[in-house]
């Protein structure tokens, strides 16, 4: 193995060391140039062919599809979806909810988060640090359906202290694109 200088150490076992930890916590290290071609073009139109991916990639169709099932198996692509408009399927009105709990106990936060799972139109809830314990975003159709969703779901999540709503006015960025 070729030694790699690393903070002025010349130590093939600490080259290597760093090699294998940089690898572990970044995987798309892993990926060849094929691979990110690959990827890049699923996250645009995961509908296209296997042939048609194999032609924008430059590779055969069944080394294709060996890579795209080794890059399913590897966890890198965790599911193939349709992305469904929300205007066009009536849920327009995206609202971003911070949510404080009256205790961080760890029954306090699985209490909240099986409950926050069944919260209608809501799309992501994150544990966060800072001010809030959670953010969620959720998607209704306009600010009266917003409200009776806050009377009649989010009023009643156990244990929460407090919950904050922020109307988005103007959505600038939403991707589900991965940068590679």
């Not at 193995?1 to 690393?6: E, L, P």
């Not at 169709?61 to 060996?66: K, S, Y």
């Amino acid at each position: 193995m070729n030694a790699t200088k690393v903070r002025g150490i010349n130590n093939t076992e600490a080259a290597a060391d760093v090699s294998t930890a940089s690898t572990a916590v970044d995987p798309l290290h892993a990926l060849d140039r094929i691979d990110r071609a690959i990827l890049r073009q699923l996250q645009t139109d995961a509908s296209i062919s296997n042939v048609a991916l194999a032609a924008k990639v430059k590779l055969s169709a069944p080394a294709c599809l060996r890579r795209v099932e080794r890059l399913k198996e590897s966890g890198l692509i965790r599911g193939v979806v349709a992305l469904i408009d929300p205007k066009a399927a009536g849920a327009g009105m995206l609202v971003i909810i911070g949510v404080v709990l009256d205790r961080s106990t760890p029954e306090s936060f699985a209490e909240f988060e099986k409950a926050a799972q069944k919260v209608a139109g809501c799309m992501e809830c994150h544990v966060v640090t800072g001010e809030f314990d959670y953010f969620m975003t959720i998607r209704t159709r306009d600010s009266d359906s917003f409200n009776r969703l806050h009377a009649e779901q989010l009023l009643y999540l156990p244990g929460v202290r407090q919950i904050r709503s922020f109307m988005v006015l103007k959505e600038i960025l939403s991707t589900t694109k991965f940068p590679l």
